[in-house]
Each structure stands twice: as C-alpha cells, then as structure tokens.
C-alpha cells in the first residue's frame, strides 16, 4: 500500500511560480511511477506530468510544457511540479498518483486509471 499527500498549493498571480510536493509512504513507493493531475470545477481531470521511478524519463501536457517541471528524490520519497509562469487557466485541485506496475510501461503514463494510487489534492488559485 502507498499513501500520498500533496502539499505547495495556494494562491498566486498569474505570471508567479509555486511548488508542489507529493509525500509518499510505503516501501514501494521508490519503485512507482508517479503522475499529476489537476482538475478544474465542473471539469474532467486532465494530465499535467509523469515521471518514472527511475527518474529517467518524464512526461508533459503540451498546456504546461515548458512551463512546469516534474522531478523526484528517492531518498526522500517526495515527487516535485516546479510551476512557472502560471496562468489562471492552471486554477485546479492537483492530485498525485502513483503507479505500482512500472515494469509493464516504456514511458510513464498520461492516463488517470493506469495509476493506483491517489492523493487527497490540493488547491492552486491563479489570480489575473
């Protein structure tokens, strides 16, 4: 079992940066790949990033590449999205996932219902 809880949110005008970290627990934690998502009111969830448990390979939205970064620290198990250049579309609930089946995949995965594991969320509010 893998437990996650998201953290970094907030409120922030368009144009600035935050950083959000997703906490993960359980001994197989360091062997998952990890995803965010983000959901906006009375919108589906949508993909935002991935990366894979060996740190080797990543995965964006064509919305936020360019502008966000996912990493990870093993040692730590804490999976980072370093958010610049926010805009207020990027105003979503972020959830972070973990996916417990990395063998089966070349590249982490950009679909909601490949990860196993979810976060409670956290709020980013991006003021015009």
């Known amino acids: 079992q893998v437990q996650l809880v998201e953290s970094g949110g907030g409120l922030v005008q368009a144009g600035g940066s935050l950083r959000l970290s997703c906490a993960g627990s359980?001994?197989?934690?360091?062997?998952?790949?990890v995803g965010w998502f983000r959901q906006a009111p009375g919108k589906v969830r949508e993909f935002v990033a991935a990366?894979?448990?060996?740190?080797?390979?990543?995965l964006y939205a064509d919305s936020v590449k360019g502008r966000f970064t996912i990493s990870r620290d093993n040692a730590k198990n804490t999976v980072y999205l370093q958010m610049n250049s926010l805009k207020p579309e990027d105003t979503a609930v972020y959830y972070c996932a973990a996916d417990r089946n990395p063998q089966f995949r070349l590249a982490p995965s950009s679909t909601w219902n490949d990860y196993d594991y979810w976060g409670q969320g956290t709020q980013v509010t991006v003021s015009s």
């Open positions: 359980g001994r197989t934690f360091m062997v998952c790949n």
């Open positions: 990366i894979k448990w060996r740190n080797d390979s990543s």
